[in-house]
């Protein structure tokens, strides 16, 4: 029977099946960090149960991580006991750490993809609910909690209901300047935070195909953001040329036999989803956020909506809402909107790709006065190689400040937070109440928006600044 | 687990959608590494607010709490299931659940029921009118009743033997251990492993 890619990736780790329970999946790759783990080692104590898998297992450090003076004692007692806490329950039960310092530290979701872990065909699973970041390789990934974290550290597999599937088909080519944070941002507003709930989605269609493994990732990064279990896309010769030669990638005749079942890693021809959406990307334009959930976005040429123009009740309601903790005004343009803060970095836009297309449009260009600029990392060896791009001295020389990997102002619990009612413009994954910081106003952009609102202080896109250029001479 | 058989409690209506779990517990809360003492940190943001449902007098000791669509949307975090417990709430109805945040409570014993939108109106319209009405959440009989209101709630019938038992998930999955074996002994030689065989 033709089957979709989630099916044949779920088929495919089915430990045990029987009528009226959840099938029991096996988990090919288990990440961990501070957060999320530490009440599950305790559960594993108590029971007096090891770890199944150390083999299968990896942890780093990436939530409370400061980003400044990292040689230095964790100022916070209680960011350094939770980091303590991992590092003690690592030490027991045997899993491989890559603790602050180390050059593999970083984003869990930017870790395990840098170190070939991430294949075609693979469970992953973490404690967190961007795993679905590692779908852009046609794993199949997602977010669990605390209880589940211990399921899997206990017997390396999940029991699961089969989630229902979701096509996304974006025909069409991006246009210029247009992003894959833009897409995704496009996607979510157009089928809601609650549109992708109980399915695994998978992109496809011409304008994915295209994508870079990192223009991907920030795709699937964000399927939780539509409520999605998780998203997917397709393997092809672009993810084997990422994997190929990657610490952990598969060698000789095993990346041979790998390459050759990854191949069969395709939705077949007459496959049926349980939903489908289709997406003109020609039609897209940069995409920010106005409100406090992700799917409160609009193109950047637009204005803040009227809420009274809702016809949905509750919707109305959230965008009042939204509107009064973000203080904007209805028919403002988004383009008038001032920042305070703009934040480069996360699991969603913290790889090199967003680095380079940061630092391309501040390149002999300045951070507006009274504007800062935080640009962090997604892990140790991604800052590593923007050093060696000299991608660091681009930042410093426009008046940004270039810091350590972590998840940082992503979600603020480490040191780097908004002041309340201070706005910025970030190219993370969630614009919720006191994300970043408490009373503190997030705008979702992509790495591109976020540098050229950091040159003119407001919302803007590169297209906005070209008139900025300085021409250069004898023309 | 503690099981979950049937409970009736006052209740909270919370008249809100898209409740996220940065809202249900701030990220601050989450450097604890134990499972309790999260029950100051649940809506900490709102409760700042003395007009909030939950500071007011009369919904002390409520133990359902009545929510709006797509509650428990972001974070994977387990800590606002433990927020929600700490605190005193044996039950949530919504019209809506995101999918982690129903699987995280119902790993917990915290029964999230999912009801029709003009169910979830009508609770909201009686124990804003009489915050003393109470409603009971009838696992058995898959019921939800209140004074004018009976509605059936659907629940897989795994999930609901799981709760009403209150079985540990780990224990369950062990007695299959046979089939793990025999599954990772199939498993191709090109899967990543994190450390050298």
């Not at chain 1, 044949?8 to 430990?15: E, L, R």
């Not at chain 1, 890559?98 to 170190?115: A, R, S």
């Not at chain 1, 996360?346 to 002999?364: K, M």
């Not at chain 2, 939950?54 to 002390?60: A, C, G, S």
């Amino acid at each position: 029977m033709a089957r979709t890619l989630a099916e044949k990736v779920w088929d495919d780790h089915v430990v045990r099946r029987a009528e009226g329970e959840p099938d029991l999946l096996f988990i090919d790759l288990h990440l961990l960090h501070e957060v999320t783990s530490p009440q599950a080692f305790d559960g594993l104590r108590k029971s007096g149960r090891a770890v199944r898998r150390l083999d299968l297992t990896i942890a780093t450090e990436d939530h409370n991580t400061p980003t400044l003076d990292i040689d230095k004692p964790i100022a916070d007692p209680v960011s350094r006991a939770q980091l303590e806490t991992l590092r003690k329950n690592c030490a027991d039960f045997g899993v491989r750490l890559h603790p602050l310092g180390d050059v593999e530290q970083g984003v869990v979701h930017v870790v395990g993809p840098q170190l070939g872990l991430t294949q075609p065909g693979t469970t992953v699973v973490c404690g967190d609910s961007h795993t679905s970041t590692h779908g852009a390789f046609g794993a199949l990934a997602f977010g669990i909690g605390t209880s589940q974290v211990e399921h899997v550290l206990a017997t390396q597999t999940l029991p699961l209901a089969r989630p229902k599937t979701m096509a996304i088909t974006v025909d069409g080519e991006l246009p210029d300047g247009v992003t894959a944070k833009d897409l995704i941002l496009a996607i979510i507003a157009k089928i809601g935070t609650g549109g992708g709930q109980g399915y695994i989605l998978e992109y496809r269609g011409e304008a994915i195909e295209k994508l870079s493994m990192e223009a991907r990732m920030t795709i699937c990064n964000m399927s939780i953001e539509a409520g999605a279990r998780a998203g997917m896309i397709a393997p092809d010769e672009t993810t084997f040329a990422y994997l190929k030669g990657r610490p952990h990638a598969p060698e000789g005749e095993d990346w041979d036999a790998a390459v050759a079942y990854w191949k069969t890693l395709r939705t077949d021809e007459g496959a049926e989803f349980d939903a489908e959406v289709v997406i003109d990307a020609a039609g897209l334009s940069p995409f920010v956020t106005w409100g406090t959930n992700p799917g409160q976005g609009a193109p950047l040429s637009a204005a803040v909506p009227d809420p009274a123009t809702y016809d949905d009740a509750s919707e109305r309601l959230a965008a009042e809402k939204a509107l009064e903790y973000m203080g904007l005004d209805a028919g403002q343009p988004l383009r008038s909107i001032k920042v305070d803060t703009v934040f480069v970095g996360s699991c969603t836009n913290g790889r090199i790709e967003d680095l380079r297309a940061a630092a391309e449009i501040l390149r002999s260009r300045k951070v507006a006065d009274g504007v800062r600029m935080l640009v962090v990392p997604g892990s140790a060896r991604v800052g590593l190689q923007a050093v060696s791009e000299g991608l660091d001295q681009v930042f410093k020389e426009a008046g940004a400040e270039w810091r350590h990997a972590g998840c940082s102002m992503c979600l603020g619990m480490n040191p780097d937070q908004l002041a309340p009612g201070e706005r910025s413009a970030s190219t993370s994954n969630r614009n919720f109440e006191g994300r970043q910081g408490k009373g503190g106003r997030t705008h979702l952009v992509s790495p591109q928006v976020a540098a050229a609102t950091a040159v003119t202080g407001h919302l803007a896109s590169p297209a906005d600044l070209a008139a900025d250029v300085p021409t250069p001479a004898g023309v | 687990m503690e099981a979950f058989t049937t409970h009736t409690g006052r209740a909270v209506p919370l008249r809100r959608g898209n409740v996220d779990t940065d809202q249900i517990i701030p990220a601050h809360w989450l450097k604890k590494v134990t499972r309790d003492g999260f029950e100051d940190g649940l809506f900490e943001a709102w409760r700042k607010d003395p007009s909030f449902v939950l500071n007011q007098p009369e919904r002390q000791g409520a133990t359902v709490l009545v929510a709006g669509p797509d509650f428990g949307t972001g974070s994977s975090r387990e800590h606002a299931v433990w927020a929600l417990q700490n605190y005193g709430f044996k039950t949530v109805i919504s019209s809506r659940f995101a999918d982690i945040f129903r699987g995280n409570s119902l790993k917990n014993g915290l029964l999230t029921v999912v009801l029709d939108q003009k169910v979830v109106d009508a609770l909201w319209a009686l124990t804003e009118a009489d915050p003393q009405a109470e409603i009971t959440v009838d696992l058995q009989a898959r019921e939800v009743r209140a004074e004018g209101v009976t509605a059936a709630f659907e629940l897989d019938e795994n999930s609901r033997w799981r709760l009403l038992n209150g079985l540990d998930d780990i224990s369950i999955t062990l007695r299959e251990e046979g089939d793990i074996a025999a599954y990772e002994a199939t498993r191709p030689s090109f899967k990543p492993r994190t450390l050298p065989v």
